[in-house]
């Protein structure tokens, strides 16, 4: 039942900021976010709990933070110094009652 619109992506500059949105149809208790580059696993990049707590993946530590917006029912990832090997397709995903719920992906592309 439960549908996420992603939005946010595009293209920036090396050492730009994008933030992307996860918006669900009810509040957002606890989710992730992911990506995948061409021809790479997809891989983890954030993670928020139902209590709040956070966990983020090397690479994105001190750079990216990931939080909720309650008012939106939406989780959010908002991304600082973005680098070329941030380019990749960014999902989220987000738990459900009895099962998780994956966002459509979302480009992001950063240029050198």
């Known amino acids: 039942q439960e549908q996420l619109v992603e939005s946010g992506g595009g293209w920036v500059q090396a050492g730009g900021s994008l933030r992307l949105s996860c918006a669900a149809s009810?509040?957002?208790?606890?989710g992730d976010w992911y990506r995948q580059a061409p021809g790479k696993q997809r891989e983890l990049v954030a993670s928020i709990g139902s209590g709040g707590n956070t966990n983020y993946a090397d690479f994105a530590k001190g750079r990216f933070t990931i939080s909720r917006d309650d008012a939106k029912n939406a989780m959010l990832l908002q991304m600082n110094s973005l680098k070329p090997e941030d380019t990749a397709v960014y999902y989220c995903?987000?738990?459900?009652?009895?099962?998780?719920?994956w966002g459509q992906g979302i480009q992001v592309t950063v240029s050198s």
């Open positions: 009810r509040r957002i208790i606890a």
């Open positions: 995903y987000v738990q459900g009652n009895l099962r998780g719920y």
